[in-house]
């Protein structure tokens, strides 16, 4: 992956196309005609490039695009808007000022009564049902129990939960009032959810007395008590007993708060009102909490969820996540669009690897959302999806979490179509930092392998080379030039803005700098390579990892890599590829021979590393990223409890090893 200008490609085939019936009947095909019929849209032409113009339309007139936008979705305002955007530059942009809604009132407006809204499904027990009527009422009951308790608007209220139903009923009355909601799932130890539940002093605290994972069931009584300990804001906690024990003392019964016949009642807050408080890895420090509006996360979700995803009543929306990540909100979300939606606690690799195509068998699910992570377990473990499940009403397979490898695509499509299933892929891209994508699926453009369909509409994406001029067809830092409604309107705690501006806008001012390398193709596909700051940098060549980690991966012996490219204090530059191997195999030299060669003829002569080092396992955040940065960090020397917050780490003894190997080293 070189910076030097390189010469397009010819246009390669697409793995998938869309049929004409798919195209006409899309969402986007029918917003498409419409805004050009009522607000100046490019007329359609069917030729191809008809989302192409429509996308330059929506960011080149990004005002008009999202007054038409909310008007084809029905947002219901309160208030009126005095203007679209009354300030539009970054950060600080106004979306929608003088406009007031509430997120919940519309994600429980879409559907009848008996019909299911949430599908909640366990490794053990068939899906339940919560209909649209059931959901409603405890909304009503839970949001009035709040009110009593004091639960104003702006107050904070946290959720100690797994991905269940009494989550989702908390988020939405929790927003009905216009509190502001923050989750952690229930696998985050106490450390973990102080760091981030004692930056926003939460008054109430929703917690399970434990979860069921992989066959066993997880305690976790003592957790909760800590946290009540440790949250001295608390003025009650619900007790939510998914194990069946009873409420500890002075402990609110999850029961008694929704079952009540109340009244549903919205608080009509600001665009701009706080929704709920999400929060980055924290790797090597206090995880920042990122808050995103009630507005702006409604009409970003509303246009993603109909327009990209295609989502509307009829469909069952699943998508593999915990509480603890932002596409839990997300998912969430597929109520607006009165999606029903699939809510699976349990383990994505229990009782087999194929245990997530098992529940889209199980709920009917239409849309299935998985990670990059788990596509790849799969096609290793040799799990037939289509073949072994009746996964007949599935259109599209999502993912995300990292960059979907070109195998990854090959591998879902050979499988489905090997069924005669014609199967729609949408690898997507954004960050918890939006709570959306940036780039990804579009239902009536082709799929490429190895790449994004398209930027979002709405969404001003750019390649940018260091000194700010955009690039086609080759590697820069993925910006974002023009405001989109869910980027935060701040940190918790960060009075003067200060630490938002330093983390998106201090290499560009006034310009979002995202993190991640991407290209632009001239077909107006995208590629994601990986983080920005851990980039590989030999003899001025650039690479991403994801892209040495697709090639690597692809070997049957090596479960999983991580590869650190380390600075060195003589000017040497020391590039160590780390392996876990997969059961039954061994490092020995001719897998490190055929692992160089992978990667010199695939990638680049440079980018073969220096050494090929066997580990226990790869460590991760608690959302499952690759810690690359803080085992660069230990590589170089800095001591462990410099290098990472213990508390964002999935297995912190994993660390203990780079420590030893950068102490040795120095």
């Known amino acids: ?67 038409a936008f909310t008007e084809w979705a029905g947002v219901r305002f309160d208030t009126p808007y005095e203007t679209v955007l009354g300030s539009a530059g970054m950060p600080g942009a106004r979306w929608f000022p003088g406009a007031t809604l509430n997120y919940a009132e519309h994600a429980l407006r879409p559907g009848a009564a008996d019909e299911p809204a949430l599908l909640y499904v366990t490794e053990d027990r068939d899906p339940a049902p919560v209909t649209w009527g059931e959901l409603r009422a405890q909304v009503a009951s839970l949001a009035a129990e709040l009110r009593r308790l004091g639960v104003r608007p702006g107050d904070r209220v946290s959720g100690y939960l ?44 929703f917690a399970v007395d434990g979860y069921r994972y992989g066959g066993k069931e997880h305690d976790r009584r003592d957790t909760v008590a800590e946290l009540r300990r440790e949250l001295p804001t608390l003025r009650a906690v619900v007790h939510i007993p998914l194990l069946g024990t009873p409420a500890p003392g002075g402990a609110l019964d999850w029961t008694a708060l929704t079952t009540r016949e109340e009244e549903l009642s919205f608080e009509q807050v600001p665009f701009d009102h706080p929704l709920w408080v999400l929060y980055s890895s924290g790797t090597t420090g206090l995880p920042k909490a990122i808050v995103q509006s009630q507005g702006g996360i409604l009409v970003e979700h509303l246009k993603q969820l109909s327009l990209h995803c295609d989502l509307g009543p009829g469909d069952r929306f699943f998508w ?56 790849m377990a799969c096609k290793k473990a040799g799990v037939r999806p289509a073949a072994d499940h009746d996964l007949s009403r599935v259109r599209c397979v999502a993912t995300t979490g990292s960059p979907l490898p070109p195998d990854g695509f090959r591998w879902i499509h050979d499988e489905f179509a090997a069924a005669g ?159 876990h191997l997969a059961p039954g195999a061994a490092l020995d030299d001719g897998l490190r021979a055929r692992v160089k060669q992978t990667i010199r003829e695939n990638l680049s002569p440079r980018h073969v590393p220096d050494e090929i080092i066997e580990v226990e396992a790869v460590p991760h955040t608690l959302t499952g990223k690759r810690l690359e940065v803080p085992v660069k960090r230990l590589l170089q020397g800095t001591a462990l409890e410099k290098a990472v917050n213990p508390g964002s780490v999935d297995r912190v003894d994993l660390l203990r090893f780079y420590e030893e190997l950068g102490r040795s080293r120095g």
Do not use: K
């Open 1 to 67: 992956m070189s910076t030097t200008q390189q010469q397009p490609a010819a246009a390669p085939e697409p793995l998938w196309q869309p049929g004409p019936d798919r195209i006409a009947d899309a969402r986007v095909t029918r917003f498409h005609a419409w805004a050009a019929a009522r607000h100046g849209a490019p007329a359609p032409a069917g030729d191809g490039a008809d989302y192409a113009r429509l996308h330059r339309w929506s960011v080149d007139e990004l005002e008009r695009f999202w007054a």
């Open 320 to 375: 593999y996540t915990s509480t603890g990540w932002m596409m839990w909100n997300f998912l969430v979300s597929g109520l607006l669009v009165g999606s029903t939606v699939v809510l699976y606690d349990g383990s994505p690799g229990y009782p087999s690897t194929g245990a997530q195509w098992q529940v889209a068998e199980r709920t009917g699910a239409t849309f299935f959302g998985t990670s990059a992570a788990y596509v």
């Open 162 to 205: 797994p991905n269940v139903p009494q989550a989702v009923t908390a988020l939405l009355a929790t927003a009905a009032v216009g509190a502001v909601w923050t989750s952690c799932a229930p696998d985050f130890g106490a450390r973990s959810v102080l760091d981030r539940f004692q930056q926003v002093e939460p008054v109430v605290l």
């Open 421 to 579: 299933t014609d199967m729609w892929i949408a690898s997507v891209s954004g960050g918890t930092d939006v709570c959306s994508c940036f780039a990804g699926g579009v239902p009536t453009l082709p799929v490429y392998i190895g790449e994004l369909q398209a930027p979002g509409l709405g969404t001003d994406l750019r390649s940018w080379d260091p000194a700010g001029r955009p690039l086609v067809d080759e590697v820069g830092e993925l910006v974002v030039t023009r405001p989109m409604p869910s980027m935060p309107v701040g940190f918790w705690n960060d009075p003067d803005g200060s630490r938002y501006r330093d983390s998106y806008f201090e290499m560009f001012p006034g310009v979002w700098r995202h993190g991640d390398w991407i290209t632009l193709t001239s077909r107006g596909t995208v590629v994601i390579h990986g983080r920005s700051d851990s980039t590989l940098n030999r003899q001025g060549v650039r690479m991403g990892s994801a892209d040495i980690y697709e090639a690597v991966e692809r070997l049957p012996e090596i479960r999983e890599s991580l590869v650190i490219g380390v600075e060195e204090p003589d000017g040497g530059y020391w590039m160590p590829l780390f392996v």
